[in-house]
């Protein structure tokens, strides 16, 4: 669980590799945080991450683990329970981690701002597409992942301008679930 959230953040450039301090608050599922919490017979406040990304996207291991509110993204992926010592976790592959990876918020997040790194880090797309193998696999695509790469960025480019994004009441482009549809 906390490598997986690590190496997102890395990919992406995010992550904040700073040691020790105060633990950091990551943005957790917005469903999630905003559930009452029960403490001492009242209610808590609603979660809040910390203020700045560079705080938020600290390393997992400093992440703030509160009892009564479990991350679902960590979660799925067999993170420790705070309760008693892990010497050993399971390991397991099931179907809601497909899930989580797909449809998360966290995982579209990362996406853009893989996708804004990778920009900037090259003009052309078969460089852009090197530079995501490079930094996802450590290592050169095959001539045939790159030609499979470019046939998917050149449809997909082909697609979204066919169908704009729209802008939701919020202002905020309209997630991926939206955005795909027919």
Sequence with gaps: AEELRDAMLACSGELNPTLGGMPARPEINLEVAMQPRHIMGSVGPAYQPSRTPDERNRR????????????????????????????????????????????????????????????????????????????????APTDDERTAALAHIARMTKRHEQHAPVRGDTGCVVGPAKFFRN
């Excluded at 705070?82 to 996406?111: K, M, W």
């Excluded at 990778?118 to 052309?124: I, K, Y």
């Design 60 to 139: 997992t291991l400093y992440a703030l683990r509160i009892r009564t509110l479990s991350d679902p993204m960590l979660e799925v992926f067999n993170k420790p329970g705070p309760d008693v010592s892990c010497e050993h976790r399971d390991a397991s592959t099931i179907t809601p981690q497909v899930f989580a990876l797909f449809n998360g918020q966290n995982t579209y997040d990362r996406a853009l701002a893989m996708a804004r790194r990778l920009e900037s880090m090259r003009d052309d797309v078969t460089g852009r597409v090197d530079a995501a193998f490079r930094l996802t696999l450590g290592r």
